[in-house]
């Protein structure tokens, strides 16, 4: 069964990214095809037990399905994000909780076309800087901006509540680097 599926996989690869690439939509401003494509894999050979070689044309259809799902499931990924932008911007200027917090935004009374820009660029500069963490690191990231405490993060991720705490500081650590390194922080 699993060399059946590794084989599908192989062989759908190129068909699966061009497929991937005309029902992306808005995920092309976060991800790649490609890297979508691999995700669709990783999922396949997760829920690898409920794959049955059937012929080809099951199989396909099947992959299809495994590829909506995860479509679905990083579309609502991103949005979640999108949902608080403020905090985003404050956790990779550094700034998490406070007072200060504020500093990392534009100021609300100077509104125009200059300062959505910058909003924008700063908005799209912490997006790309958080699709390069890795998956875990980006859940992390994602249940800080929701403001989930540590237990309820340990929960979602199964994990105890002191590993929980180091892996957030790390990835919260490793969001800020990347957009660092990048070039992309503010530098006022």
Same mark, same amino acid.
């Given at each position: 069964?699993?060399? !059946?599926?590794?084989?599908?996989?192989?062989?759908?690869?190129?068909?699966?990214?061009?497929?991937?690439?005309?029902?992306? =939509?808005?995920?092309?401003?976060?991800?790649?095809?490609?890297?979508?494509?691999?995700?669709?894999?990783? @999922?396949?050979?997760?829920?690898?037990?409920?794959?049955?070689?059937? =012929?080809?044309?099951?199989?396909?259809?099947?992959?299809?399905?495994?590829? @909506?799902?995860?479509?679905?499931?990083?579309?609502?990924?991103?949005?979640?994000?999108?949902?608080?932008?403020?905090?985003?911007?404050?956790?990779?200027?550094?700034?998490?909780? =406070?007072?200060?917090?504020?500093?990392?935004?534009?100021?609300? !009374?100077?509104? =125009?076309?200059?300062?959505?820009?910058?909003?924008?660029?700063?908005?799209?500069?912490?997006?790309?800087?958080?699709?390069?963490?890795?998956?875990?690191?980006?859940?992390?990231?994602?249940?800080?901006?929701?403001?989930?405490?540590?237990?309820?993060?340990? !929960?979602?991720?199964?994990?105890?509540? !002191?590993?929980?705490? @180091?892996?957030?500081?790390?990835?919260?650590?490793?969001?800020?680097?990347?957009?660092?390194?990048?070039?992309?922080?503010?530098?006022?």
């Amino acid at each position: 069964m699993t060399s !059946d599926l590794d084989e599908l996989l192989a062989e759908a690869h190129p068909a699966l990214v061009t497929w991937i690439e005309r029902r992306m =939509g808005r995920l092309a401003r976060f991800e790649t095809a490609e890297d979508l494509a691999q995700g669709v894999a990783l @999922r396949a050979v997760d829920r690898g037990e409920s794959f049955e070689w059937r =012929g080809r044309r099951e199989a396909y259809a099947w992959l299809l399905r495994v590829a @909506r799902g995860y479509l679905v499931d990083r579309h609502a990924y991103w949005l979640a994000l999108r949902r608080n932008p403020g905090a985003l911007l404050r956790i990779t200027s550094g700034v998490e909780t =406070g007072a200060s917090a504020r500093a990392a935004e534009p100021p609300a !009374d100077a509104t =125009g076309p200059a300062t959505f820009a910058e909003r924008r660029e700063r908005l799209d500069a912490a997006y790309a800087a958080l699709a390069a963490l890795l998956p875990r690191d980006q859940e992390l990231v994602r249940l800080t901006i929701e403001g989930a405490t540590i237990r309820e993060m340990a !929960d979602a991720l199964e994990l105890s509540y !002191d590993a929980v705490e @180091r892996a957030r500081l790390r990835a919260l650590d490793r969001l800020r680097k990347v957009h660092r390194i990048a070039g992309l922080t503010d530098r006022r």
